[in-house]
């Protein structure tokens, strides 16, 4: 490699690092751009809705920020809310999280499920498979029968469908902080950044 080309090399890969840390810069809010106000007021508490879909890559990969958000922000409340974005056969998935949670097994089953799509490529399309799935996780087949049949169930989905309408989710992952403001991941750019809007949205005052 000649001194010109190595140069060159140098220039670029500066550069490279240079938008790599403007796209990970904490920059304060710009309301409108980096989120959307829903309504005048919101929650008591602080808390985070997380709209998203096992079938969703992008939600996937947004797991493990979730995580360590929760793991570091203890005091905001992090509520999944799983949709399907009109979606007939995401609709399966939407049940499989209430069912998780219903059946209190929700620490394994949601993580099962994504690596299952994700990394296994297994798409749950049917429900013998949705219970076959929840049985593997040592789930009586009676006590699923019970909950996959029950109003309870209904009633969630009926409200994850109608949270999503009401915010107007029409892509996954979305955050809704204090019932109040939607962010815009796309012109967050990054993690650090959806972080910072996460905890200074969810300030009560």
Avoid at 115 to 129: F, M
């Amino acid at each position: 490699m000649n001194k010109f080309i190595k140069i060159k090399f140098a220039v670029i890969l500066m550069t490279l690092c240079s938008v790599s840390f403007l796209q990970a810069e904490i920059r304060p809010l710009v309301s409108g751009d980096d989120y959307e106000v829903m309504g005048s007021k919101g929650s008591k508490n602080r808390e985070v809705m997380e709209f998203f879909s096992y079938a969703c890559a992008a939600c996937y990969s947004m797991e493990s920020f979730v995580t360590l958000f929760k793991k570091n922000n203890s005091e905001i409340k992090v509520i999944p809310v799983p949709t399907d974005l009109g979606h007939p056969q995401w609709q399966i998935y939407v049940k499989a999280y209430y069912l998780g949670e219903m059946l209190n097994v929700l620490d394994k089953s949601h993580s099962k499920i994504f690596h299952k799509i994700h990394v296994e490529k297994r798409q749950i399309t049917k429900d013998s498979d949705l219970k076959a799935l929840f049985v593997g996780l040592g789930v009586d087949a009676d006590k699923y029968d019970k909950a996959e049949k029950s109003f309870t169930l209904d009633a969630k989905i009926r409200k994850a469908k109608q949270l999503t309408k009401k915010f107007r989710i029409s892509v996954t992952p979305t955050f809704v902080a204090n019932q109040r403001y939607k962010l815009n991941n796309q012109n967050l750019k990054s993690t650090e950044m959806i972080e910072k809007a996460l905890q200074d949205l969810t300030v009560i005052n």
